[in-house]
């Protein structure tokens, strides 16, 4: 029997289903490696491209947020492609994207055009944006036993290419002086070839498609109920189902929380260990622990959100957010209480993210689930892009501290909606039971 369906075809057995779910954990988690050693190598060399052709450090750091706000700007697009076709072709358009953005990035740095290299790097935020969806396709055929695990695994699969992407910068500008471009350009050169095979990847493996199988299973049970087929789902149906849904809403609410607190916080600790004067070598390891943070540990938080709960997990996140900030909005000078506190802070984001990504994928149908699921990344890199731009005012006006103080309000929302959701929930439990 085929371990997959399609739409209108023979319903998974229990067996099949989870042979299908296996093959594309695995073949997300290969793609993840591959494309993300790209976004690694690329994230590394940006802003020293950018102020090459700027001449500025004010506009180097226009490289990050092109990214961002590019992950931004395609994350609506690539999941409404992911609604009508399924996760292959979107997550191999969002990887070609991606690659085009850094042809784009390799054409301007030669011709000397900063504009142009600009837009290339909103290009490679589709690529960043494809990272992020990734995870959704983990859960679309995921039992509610192993959909933590299993959407946390593809997150952590963003490690190897974290890691291993920025320490490839010396052999690939040796590549790249050989091919008469500047070494800066060896990085990209990885990027794009890193994008494209993730597009190979997906392109070529991911089939049957998990999305596909997901809403055939879910249309072939409203059959046999005697339901009638559904109309195709716009975004405003997905905005719907999230504000109707108390788990969804809080879902949401609690991944740009925790992207927002850990952006706030990041983007500018650089900045204040510098201004206290450490060396590079010591913020260099301070965020590369804090990239540690946010990834290294996602299956632990995937299998405690399928022990304990989706939304104890979520809580518990906002508690370390909490503790990441006060401990380094105290820190002063001490190098390793800052570091310390770097750690909790992706911590905490590794808990929101899988905990409130688990979440909404079961709060909500398998037909509307893509349209919220884009819908929560775009809100989530507006968060974060807003965060980082705001980051900086916060912490002229109110120091290290403030800014701390500043990002830990984000928690709050979490916490009064996850209380909204427990009684909602009670009120269901009740109704059950008195019926």
């Known amino acids: 029997m085929s371990t997959g369906t399609t739409r209108g075809g023979n319903a998974l057995t229990e067996a099949g289903r989870t042979r299908l779910q296996r093959r594309t954990v695995l073949v997300l988690m290969i793609a993840q490696v591959v494309g993300g050693i790209g976004m690694g190598a690329m994230l590394a060399v940006g802003a020293l491209i950018a102020l090459d052709l700027s001449g500025s450090d004010t506009w180097s750091g226009m490289a990050t947020t092109m990214i961002t706000l590019g992950a931004a700007v395609f994350a609506l697009p690539l999941a409404a492609t992911a609604a009508r076709r399924g996760r292959r072709p979107g997550l191999a358009l969002g990887w070609l994207l991606g690659a085009l953005g850094g042809t784009v990035v390799i054409a301007a740095t030669v011709w000397e055009l900063f504009a142009l290299f600009l837009a290339g790097m909103v290009l490679i935020g589709a690529g960043t944006a494809t990272n992020l969806q990734a995870r959704h396709a983990a859960a679309d055929l995921a039992t509610e036993r192993t959909r933590g695990r299993d959407l946390s695994v593809v997150v952590w699969a963003t490690t190897v290419g974290a890691v291993v992407g920025p320490n490839l ?238 990002a830990a309000l984000f928690t709050v929302p979490v916490f009064v909606l996850a209380v909204r959701a427990l009684l909602s929930r009670g009120r269901a439990d009740r109704d059950l039971r008195a019926d």
Do not use: C
Request: no cysteine; charged share 10%; aromatic share 4%.
């Open 169 to 406: 910068i010396g052999p690939t500008g040796g590549l790249a002086e050989s091919l008469g471009l500047t070494d800066l350009l060896g990085p990209v050169l990885l990027t794009t070839a890193g994008f494209l095979g993730g597009a190979a990847l997906i392109g070529g493996l991911l089939r049957p498609d998990p999305l596909l199988a997901a809403t055939a299973e879910a249309e072939r049970v409203e059959r046999d109920r005697g339901g009638a087929p559904k109309a195709k789902l716009t975004l405003a149906d997905g905005l719907r189902a999230i504000g109707s849904s108390p788990d969804a809403l809080l879902a949401v609410v609690g991944i740009v929380a925790s992207h927002t607190v850990m952006v706030a916080v990041m983007t500018m600790t650089p900045v204040h260990m510098s201004h206290h004067g450490s060396a590079l070598t010591v913020i260099g390891l301070t965020i590369s622990l804090h990239i540690a943070g946010m990834y290294a540990f996602s299956p632990l938080v995937g299998w405690l959100a399928d022990r304990f709960g989706r939304v104890p997990v979520l809580l518990a996140g906002q508690v370390v957010l909490l503790a990441a900030t006060a401990v380094s909005g105290t820190a002063g000078h001490d190098e390793a209480l800052v570091t310390t506190g770097l750690v909790l802070l992706g911590l905490g984001w590794s808990f929101g993210l899988v905990s409130g990504s688990t979440l909404l994928a079961e709060s909500l149908s398998a037909e509307v689930r893509p349209r919220a699921q884009g819908f929560s990344d775009l809100a989530m890199n507006l968060g974060g892009a807003s965060a980082g731009a705001f980051s900086g005012v916060v912490l002229a006006m109110a120091g290290f501290g403030g800014l701390n103080v500043f």
